[in-house]
Nanobody, 117 residues
Framework: VQLVESGGGSVQAGGSLRLACTAS????????MGWFRQTPGKEREWAAA?????NTGVADSVKGRFTVSRHSYNLFLHMTTLEPEDTAMYYC???????????????WGQGTQVTVS
């Protein structure tokens, strides 16, 4: 499975951004998809995910500000009221296991940078 993210960039605090991820090579298998983020020196953390039935999960740290959605194997993350603490590399992930409202990642995209100042 190949994942390609887009939509990152620089934005002022309080602004919004929409990330997108397109998956290919998934064949007939069902994959959940999710967003993770990572800042230098810290572990990658889960942000949001959606399964093949459109059930979603959102981390408490971004709940109420981030909305995850998908259309087939196109995944989106609509981020609002962005804070400097949201600055990170955002990675798209896909996997076949859905556990505790999270998608267990098997495949990763290259990431897209989000910078909030």
């Amino acid at each position: 499975v190949q994942l390609v993210e887009s939509g990152g960039g620089s934005v002022q605090a309080g602004g919004s951004l929409r990330l997108a991820c397109t998956a290919s090579g998934h064949g007939d298998s069902d994959y959940c998809m999710g967003w993770f983020r990572q800042t230098p020196g810290k572990e990658r953390e889960w942000a949001a995910a959606v399964d093949v039935n459109d059930n979603t999960g959102v981390a408490d740290s971004v709940k109420g500000r981030f909305t995850v959605s998908r259309h087939s194997y196109n995944l989106f993350l609509h981020m609002t009221t962005l804070e400097p603490e949201d600055t990170a590399m955002y990675y798209c992930a896909a996997g076949r296991r859905w556990e505790g409202s999270q998608c267990v990642p098997e495949y990763w995209g290259q990431g897209t940078q989000v910078t909030v100042s």
